[in-house]
């Protein structure tokens, strides 16, 4: 039977009813518990349809996460500022305690960092665009942006595993004050050392005479 006739409503209905599923489950047993056959009996599916959608309950934790907090974060950084859209992430990471420690820790150490850093490394432009644009050349902007997202994880980071007791803005605000000034430093050192590079390879000595 051909498949192209499928319902793209049904299918997102069934997305979000496992999404429910996982998120019910994660508040009385850890990530690494949970089984397809739990999901799909709680929330009425088949298990074909649970994997026409996720390869396992881990990627379905990941689609979770993803679906509820990046783009809006995503959105709140760029419309409202970064500060906005980082109290946002944090803000939904407390008040879903335990499905985000149950996808924080299914992801593994290596695979947490990685993903929370693509989800920060918008708010960090944000930030960039906010102060000025950042560094002239493309290569130094993407340093700016990599480091300043990295220190910003560090932080989110410590949070997290300090069970997420300081209050968000408190956070954020301790964030912006160590931001401020700093970033606009940094692009002004950079952008400093690509005009001396500039100006080295365009020495008025090394031009060949004219007329030659």
Known sequence: MAHGTAD????AGAREALAAALKARLRTEPLDKVTVTELTRDCGITRQAFYYHFPDVRHLAVWVFEAEVAGQVRAYASELGWADG????MRYMRDNRASTLGVLDGLGRSGLERFLFEQMRPVTE??????GGGPVRVEDRVLVVDFYTS?????????VANGM????YR?????????HGALQESVHRLDARAASHRGRTEDPGDRAPHGR
């Open 8 to 11: 793209p409503h049904r299918h």
């Open 86 to 89: 980082l109290v946002r992430l």
């Open 126 to 131: 944000a930030v960039v665009d906010e102060q």
């Open 151 to 159: 220190a910003v994880l560090a932080v989110l980071l410590r949070w």
């Open 165 to 168: 007791v300081e209050h968000p």
């Open 171 to 179: 956070v954020v605000g301790d964030l912006e004050i160590m931001l």
